[in-house]
Nanobody, 120 residues
Framework: HVQLVESGGGSVQPGGSLNLSCVTSGYSYSQYCVGWFRQAPGKEREGVAVIDSDGSASVSDSVKGRFTVSRDNAKNTLYLQMNSLKTEDTAVYYC???????????????WGQGTQVTVS
């Protein structure tokens, strides 16, 4: 069955960096779009970065220039390098997968359990 497992979260000071990983299994990872989403306390879940099966990537305006998304198809793994972290980046970060690249959260049928990122 499909599994996505995030790791790499933690607590950092503003200006610090973290690198999140999402290890996937149970499906043809290289043929699917994968994305990073986050949910802060009291807020709706929002898209952070999306990377298509061909490697085409995009990030949200709020993290542009600070976050980089990448994927390693040989390792079935998705990454999110987060630099220059701000307090407003504090959230639970989730990875998710869908056959078609999209920023529509409702399209994603498979989600990880999330990893907490705290910037303070």
């Amino acid at each position: 069955h499909v599994q996505l497992v995030e790791s790499g979260g933690g607590s950092v000071q503003p200006g610090g960096s973290l690198n999140l990983s999402c290890v996937t299994s149970g499906y043809s990872y290289s043929q699917y779009c994968v994305g990073w989403f986050r949910q802060a306390p009291g807020k709706e879940r929002e898209g952070v970065a999306v990377i298509d099966s061909d490697g085409s990537a995009s990030v949200s305006d709020s993290v542009k220039g600070r976050f980089t998304v990448s994927r390693d198809n040989a390792k079935n793994t998705l990454y999110l390098q987060m630099n220059s972290l701000k307090t407003e980046d504090t959230a639970v970060y989730y990875c998710a997968t869908d056959p078609v690249g999209t920023w529509d959260l409702g399209r994603y049928g498979y989600w990880g359990q999330g990893t907490q990122v705290t910037v303070s």
